[in-house]
């Protein structure tokens, strides 16, 4: 007979050797199953530098970052990058006609996530990029599906001119730009359009509804499209605070009394995608290239120019202010099934 | 001694009366059966000069001239089969280049998808533009290019009758000068007023409180007023280049008739000298108009923050501020304004009709000034007046501001060469440079051509076709170009894909030709119209080929306006940015879109930089043209 200490010892001794034999099972079924991941992406790498050459439709107008990719994707493994730069629904427009058109020359887009599940919905021009090595390192509020691969978000928040707002006085809160003492003094990227107005109205309105909105309309809000304009006025003194601003107008503005507020609730944000072209020319080089923008160097390189990274890996060497502001929680985006509803919503309170 | 056949032409014609009812010579030349009974008929002396004139020097182996003409005549005569088929060609580049984008966009205003997506035919896009807020801001629209175009033109005819006919010290620099708010990019100039005018801070109000100790801002451009402003500073000398050559074309002869019968000054400028110019005039005015219309910058960046709302804002809002974009409406809502402003082209057309504006006779002439005297130091400080506000008052805001970090933050420790640097050691910058100067010398004179074609045939001759031809060159003006872009972009994908345009640096030159035919029809038009028809039907009557009377005759006497209308259409192509963002490839971007990117990245110093380049480039070509203008003028 045994005891119920022997019993519960080898109850143990089983669920352990249980466990280990899992562990183990694992470890010699997935080795293999790396080593052929490895493998196929490494025959996919060769694939890419046969083809030697992608061509990349962006909606990010001047982003400096593709300077970077260019040259590394060519240094690292030989494929010259072509860039397209023009507004998002210029890029939309333009994907779209080549598709249907039947002109398949262009490889990979990028664009905001609103417009690309727009194109996904509406326009059917993608097809799944299949396995990246590091789409698995991306950040939980950036997941890829097989479409989508994050690869940076622009944050937004509040500018301030340092000569007319006092520390003290600066806004804390999303809400404060509702205090009376701001009226016919704030400067504003339109929140009837798309972009940073737009996302902010979004999530103003997601999180503390209409009310809010109507507070702000009172509040005698000057709209003004011309973004890189606005930030300068803001810095002349014709307004003392401007919303929402970009953090990549941080390193741009350096010099300039102005300062980049980040309300406590969090900061709206934009997310861009990049998406894999149907009948793309070069697939291969296409899945190197968003397999590469997610990759350590190129994330770096976003958050430089202060665009928030979408990996969990460690940077370094970006401005300490910036890496700071990068840190802040994130308040929420738009949601592309009702951003028009919204639109809509804000054309009715901002007449 | 032999004369020229051109000689002949131009000394053996009187010069016509103006602004008359009366058929013209070439009107009864069309209305008649037989050219040889023509040409004896109406020019009798003219050929029996020209017979012995012939007859005396003959070459050997010509024909003698009475039978060469009654060949040649013949020929011309046998040619309609030619004219046809010549009329037929512009049809088919004409429908290529302004047809074929607009029956896109028609497509895309009747069916509920762009083209290439599965959809229905509808006519929502119609009927989301009838509604209450949309008639007010068309009125509103109108309204402001109402308020820009009559300041305009008042100020652009009196800076061209002071450089054209005046004493006015120094008017050449000044013709030059005046001209170059129209060249500079207007985001810069906006931004520039942004600083100058703004109620807070504004340099123009800081003064004007300095100088008076009130706290009053005066000066608010995000307004009514600053947008019709901005507008403003682009339409004068828009009009002014369009009718400064009406002016010095024209027979001084004319308004001394006027003065000889009694006419005071005043009332001989208004009778005489105005309406001989009617059909610059009208055009400048109509085109100047149309732009209004169409205008995006001065209401973006002044009328949005004060709550004023236009039609094209309203176009660009439904293409790239809705989610998704809304095609439907915005090239429905533009085809309603293009029936609208087809309707004032259409007006112009019955009022100038029958009417003779012939101020270039074959009889010689020169074109005098007028003596003003002590007075001529007024109207020098007008010209002057307007160079310091529409020139050095922004230009040197962007002068100034190139040379700090920032623009309006003009400390000794900012002090930099860094956007100099920056702009000029950019590879994309010289390939943008170097693509859109390709396409600018190419562009415009193809255009040019197209145009003098086009306004040839409309004004002078009564082809069959001429009117249809006429329209199809003017139709692309009339579209909004953020629409007209998306026109190219469809029609140039669409096609089969053996036409190797979509993609390639031909899809800009195209789309540039489409864009600047308008403009150069109607330079071309007007310069046409005061050119005495004698003139032509001499020299052809005294021998000269049609080709060698086009050259000779038409093109001589034509040609500072199409100088005008290439500089014209050359500086449109460098600024165009709707069709280029559209239709640029890798390898054939533009400036446009060079200036587009470093503008978003909020590089407005390098913009700055960029523009003043332009400015010296405007200068050249400018002071070249009118050196040449004035050296031909001296020998005409």
Same mark, same amino acid.
């Given at each position: 007979?045994?005891?119920?200490?022997?019993?519960?010892?080898?109850?143990?001794?089983?669920?352990?050797?249980?466990?280990?034999?899992?562990?183990?099972?694992?470890?010699?079924?997935?080795?293999?199953?790396?080593?052929?991941?490895?493998?196929?992406?490494?025959?996919?790498?060769?694939?890419?530098?046969?083809?030697?050459?992608?061509? &990349?439709?962006?909606? =990010?107008?001047? #982003?400096?970052?593709?300077?970077? *990719?260019?040259?590394? +994707? $060519?240094?690292? @493994? %030989?494929?010259?990058?072509?860039?397209?730069?023009?507004?998002?629904?210029?890029?939309?427009?333009?994907?779209?006609?080549?598709?249907?058109?039947?002109?398949?020359?262009?490889?990979?887009?990028?664009?905001?996530?609103?417009?690309?599940?727009?194109?996904?919905?509406?326009?059917?021009?993608?097809?799944?990029?299949?396995?990246?090595?590091?789409?698995?390192?991306?950040?939980?509020?950036?997941?890829?599906?097989?479409?989508?691969?994050?690869?940076?978000?622009?944050?937004?928040?509040?500018?301030?001119?340092?000569?007319?707002?006092?520390?003290?006085?600066?806004?804390?809160?999303?809400?404060?730009?509702?205090?009376?003492?701001?009226?016919?003094?704030? &400067?504003?990227?339109? =929140?009837?359009? #798309?972009?940073?107005?737009?996302? *902010?109205?979004?999530? +103003? $309105?997601?999180? @503390? %509804?209409?009310?809010?909105?109507?507070?702000?309309?009172?509040?005698?809000?000057?709209?003004?499209?011309?973004?890189?304009?606005?930030?300068?006025?803001?810095?002349?003194?014709?307004?003392?605070?401007?919303?929402?601003?970009?953090?990549?107008?941080?390193?741009?503005?350096?010099?300039?009394?102005?300062?980049?507020?980040?309300?406590?609730?969090?900061?709206?944000?934009?997310?861009?995608?990049?998406?894999?072209?149907?009948?793309?020319?070069?697939?291969?080089?296409?899945?190197?290239?968003?397999?590469?923008?997610?990759?350590?160097?190129?994330?770096?390189?976003?958050?430089?120019?202060?665009?928030?990274?979408?990996?969990?890996?460690?940077?370094?060497?970006?401005?300490?202010?910036?890496?700071? #502001?990068?840190?802040?929680?994130? *308040?929420?985006?738009?949601?592309?099934?009702?951003?028009?509803?919204?639109?809509?919503?804000?054309?009715?309170?901002?007449? | 001694?032999?004369?020229?056949?051109?000689?002949?032409?131009?000394?053996?014609?009187?010069?016509?009366?103006?602004?008359?009812?009366?058929?013209?010579?070439?009107?009864?030349?069309?209305?008649?059966?037989?050219?040889?009974?023509?040409?004896?008929?109406?020019?009798?002396?003219?050929?029996?000069?020209?017979?012995?004139?012939?007859?005396?020097?003959?070459?050997?182996?010509?024909?003698?001239?009475?039978?060469?003409?009654?060949?040649?005549?013949?020929?011309?005569?046998?040619?309609?089969?030619?004219?046809?088929?010549?009329?037929?060609?512009?049809?088919?580049?004409?429908?290529?280049?302004?047809?074929?984008?607009?029956?896109?966009?028609?497509?895309?205003?009747?069916?509920?998808?762009?083209?290439?997506?599965?959809?229905?035919?509808?006519?929502?896009?119609?009927?989301?533009?009838?509604?209450?807020?949309?008639?007010?801001?068309?009125?509103?629209?109108?309204?402001?290019?109402?308020?820009?175009?009559?300041?305009?033109?008042?100020?652009?005819?009196?800076?061209?009758?002071?450089?054209?006919?005046?004493?006015?010290?120094?008017?050449?620099?000044?013709?030059?000068?005046?001209?170059?708010?129209?060249?500079?990019?207007?985001?810069?100039?906006?931004?520039?007023?942004?600083?100058?005018?703004?109620?807070?801070?504004?340099?123009?109000?800081?003064?004007?409180?300095?100088?008076?100790?009130?706290?009053?801002?005066?000066?608010?451009?995000?307004?009514?007023?600053?947008?019709?402003?901005?507008?403003?500073?682009?339409?004068?000398?828009?009009?002014?280049?369009?009718?400064?050559?009406?002016?010095?074309?024209?027979?001084?002869?004319?308004?001394?008739?006027?003065?000889?019968?009694?006419?005071?000054?005043?009332?001989?400028?208004?009778?005489?000298?105005?309406?001989?110019?009617?059909?610059?005039?009208?055009?400048?005015?109509?085109?100047?108009?149309?732009?209004?219309?169409?205008?995006?910058?001065?209401?973006?960046?002044?009328?949005?923050?004060?709550?004023?709302?236009?039609?094209?804002?309203?176009?660009?809002?439904?293409?790239?501020?809705?989610?998704?974009?809304?095609?439907?409406?915005?090239?429905?809502?533009?085809?309603?304004?293009?029936?609208?402003?087809?309707?004032?082209?259409?007006?112009?057309?019955?009022?100038?009709?029958?009417?003779?504006?012939?101020?270039?006779?074959?009889?010689?002439?020169?074109?005098?000034?007028?003596?003003?005297?002590?007075?001529?130091?007024?109207?020098?400080?007008?010209?002057?007046?307007?160079?310091?506000?529409?020139?050095?008052?922004?230009?040197?805001?962007?002068?100034?501001?190139?040379?700090?970090?920032?623009?309006?933050?003009?400390?000794?420790?900012?002090?930099?060469?860094?956007?100099?640097?920056?702009?000029?050691?950019?590879?994309?910058?010289?390939?943008?440079?170097?693509?859109?100067?390709?396409?600018?010398?190419?562009?415009?004179?193809?255009?040019?051509?197209?145009?003098?074609?086009?306004?040839?045939?409309?004004?002078?001759?009564?082809?069959?076709?001429?009117?249809?031809?006429?329209?199809?060159?003017?139709?692309?003006?009339?579209?909004?170009?953020?629409?007209?872009?998306?026109?190219?972009?469809?029609?140039?994908?669409?096609?089969?894909?053996?036409?190797?345009?979509?993609?390639?640096?031909?899809?800009?030159?195209?789309?540039?030709?489409?864009?600047?035919?308008?403009?150069?029809?109607?330079?071309?038009?007007?310069?046409?119209?005061?050119?005495?028809?004698?003139?032509?039907?001499?020299?052809?009557?005294?021998?000269?080929?049609?080709?060698?009377?086009?050259?000779?005759?038409?093109?001589?006497?034509?040609?500072?306006?199409?100088?005008?209308?290439?500089?014209?259409?050359?500086?449109?192509?460098?600024?165009?940015?709707?069709?280029?963002?559209?239709?640029?490839?890798?390898?054939?971007?533009?400036?446009?879109?060079?200036?587009?990117?470093?503008?978003?990245?909020?590089?407005?110093?390098?913009?700055?930089?960029?523009?003043?380049?332009?400015?010296?480039?405007?200068?050249?070509?400018?002071?070249?043209?009118?050196?040449?203008?004035?050296?031909?003028?001296?020998?005409?």
């Amino acid at each position: 007979m045994t005891s119920g200490n022997d019993q519960a010892e080898r109850r143990w001794i089983t669920r352990r050797a249980a466990l280990l034999g899992l562990a183990a099972g694992s470890v010699v079924f997935s080795a293999p199953e790396a080593a052929r991941a490895e493998d196929e992406w490494g025959k996919l790498v060769a694939a890419a530098r046969n083809e030697g050459h992608v061509v &990349l439709y962006s909606a =990010f107008v001047g #982003l400096a970052a593709h300077q970077n *990719l260019k040259k590394d +994707l $060519e240094a690292t @493994y %030989g494929i010259t990058v072509d860039i397209l730069e023009a507004r998002a629904s210029e890029v939309r427009e333009r994907i779209r006609i080549e598709q249907a058109a039947g002109r398949f020359a262009v490889d990979v887009s990028e664009n905001g996530r609103t417009t690309t599940t727009l194109q996904i919905e509406q326009d059917h021009v993608f097809d799944p990029h299949g396995m990246l090595p590091s789409a698995g390192r991306l950040k939980a509020e950036f997941r890829a599906d097989d479409i989508r691969v994050p690869v940076f978000a622009i944050v937004y928040g509040i500018l301030a001119n340092t000569r007319l707002v006092k520390p003290d006085d600066e806004p804390k809160s999303w809400l404060d730009l509702a205090d009376p003492r701001w009226k016919g003094k704030i &400067l504003s990227d339109d =929140f009837r359009a #798309l972009g940073g107005g737009g996302v *902010l109205f979004y999530v +103003l $309105e997601d999180h @503390y %509804g209409r009310d809010v909105l109507e507070k702000l309309a009172k509040q005698d809000l000057k709209f003004s499209r011309e973004i890189p304009a606005n930030e300068r006025r803001i810095a002349r003194g014709e307004y003392p605070l401007y919303v929402p601003v970009s953090l990549t107008s941080v390193p741009e503005l350096k010099g300039l009394p102005v300062k980049f507020l980040a309300p406590r609730e969090g900061l709206p944000f934009i997310g861009y995608d990049l998406a894999l072209l149907k009948n793309a020319p070069n697939p291969n080089a296409a899945r190197l290239l968003m397999e590469y923008c997610i990759g350590q160097k190129m994330q770096q390189a976003y958050a430089n120019l202060g665009l928030l990274p979408v990996t969990a890996d460690p940077l370094s060497g970006v401005d300490p202010a910036v890496a700071e #502001l990068g840190k802040s929680k994130l *308040l929420g985006t738009t949601d592309p099934a009702r951003m028009d509803q919204l639109l809509a919503l804000a054309r009715q309170i901002y007449p | 001694m032999e004369r020229s056949w051109q000689e002949k032409a131009e000394c053996a014609n009187p010069a016509r009366s103006f602004a008359s009812a009366k058929p013209t010579g070439a009107e009864k030349f069309c209305a008649r059966p037989s050219l040889i009974e023509l040409a004896e008929n109406l020019y009798p002396q003219q050929v029996n000069m020209a017979i012995s004139a012939d007859e005396r020097v003959e070459d050997p182996g010509r024909v003698p001239f009475a039978a060469g003409l009654r060949a040649r005549l013949r020929v011309l005569e046998g040619t309609a089969a030619s004219r046809t088929a010549g009329v037929a060609l512009l049809v088919v580049i004409l429908a290529f280049l302004s047809i074929y984008p607009l029956s896109m966009l028609l497509y895309g205003s009747l069916h509920s998808t762009p083209p290439g997506m599965a959809g229905v035919f509808n006519l929502d896009g119609y009927q989301a533009v009838l509604t209450r807020q949309n008639l007010v801001m068309l009125l509103n629209t109108v309204g402001i290019s109402l308020a820009k175009t009559f300041p305009s033109l008042v100020i652009a005819v009196l800076l061209a009758w002071i450089l054209a006919r005046t004493d006015t010290p120094f008017r050449g620099a000044l013709e030059v000068l005046v001209t170059l708010p129209f060249f500079i990019p207007p985001i810069l100039t906006a931004m520039a007023w942004g600083m100058l005018g703004n109620p807070q801070v504004g340099l123009l109000n800081q003064l004007y409180q300095w100088a008076t100790g009130s706290s009053n801002s005066p000066i608010n451009v995000y307004s009514y007023g600053g947008v019709i402003w901005h507008m403003m500073q682009y339409s004068i000398p828009f009009m002014f280049l369009l009718i400064v050559d009406a002016f010095r074309a024209m027979d001084p002869s004319l308004e001394e008739a006027a003065r000889m019968c009694g006419a005071s000054r005043w009332r001989t400028f208004r009778t005489v000298t105005l309406l001989l110019i009617l059909p610059a005039l009208s055009s400048a005015a109509i085109l100047s108009f149309i732009r209004g219309i169409e205008n995006f910058e001065s209401p973006l960046f002044f009328g949005s923050p004060a709550g004023i709302r236009v039609i094209t804002t309203d176009i660009y809002d439904s293409i790239n501020q809705r989610s998704p974009p809304q095609y439907q409406y915005a090239t429905a809502v533009s085809f309603v304004i293009m029936a609208l402003l087809l309707l004032i082209v259409l007006l112009q057309w019955k009022l100038l009709r029958g009417r003779n504006f012939t101020t270039v006779s074959g009889k010689g002439y020169s074109p005098t000034v007028m003596k003003l005297g002590k007075w001529r130091w007024a109207t020098f400080a007008f010209c002057v007046l307007f160079f310091a506000v529409t020139v050095v008052l922004p230009v040197g805001q962007l002068l100034i501001g190139s040379f700090f970090k920032f623009f309006g933050f003009y400390q000794w420790d900012m002090l930099t060469l860094e956007h100099y640097r920056a702009v000029f050691g950019s590879s994309e910058f010289w390939r943008g440079f170097g693509n859109t100067m390709l396409l600018g010398l190419a562009g415009a004179s193809l255009t040019m051509v197209l145009g003098g074609v086009v306004a040839y045939i409309s004004v002078r001759t009564k082809w069959r076709g001429r009117m249809l031809i006429d329209v199809m060159a003017w139709l692309p003006w009339m579209m909004p170009g953020i629409v007209l872009g998306v026109g190219f972009l469809w029609g140039f994908a669409l096609l089969p894909h053996a036409i190797p345009i979509y993609g390639t640096i031909w899809a800009l030159l195209l789309a540039y030709i489409s864009l600047g035919t308008p403009l150069s029809v109607q330079v071309m038009s007007s310069a046409y119209s005061q050119l005495s028809y004698d003139i032509e039907e001499c020299s052809r009557v005294h021998g000269a080929s049609w080709l060698q009377t086009m050259r000779h005759i038409m093109i001589a006497l034509a040609w500072p306006s199409f100088a005008v209308g290439w500089v014209l259409v050359f500086f449109g192509i460098m600024r165009e940015l709707s069709a280029s963002v559209l239709l640029y490839s890798v390898g054939s971007e533009v400036l446009s879109v060079v200036l587009l990117k470093l503008w978003t990245n909020g590089n407005a110093e390098q913009v700055s930089v960029i523009g003043l380049m332009m400015i010296v480039l405007v200068v050249l070509f400018r002071w070249v043209q009118l050196k040449v203008i004035k050296a031909r003028i001296s020998t005409l």
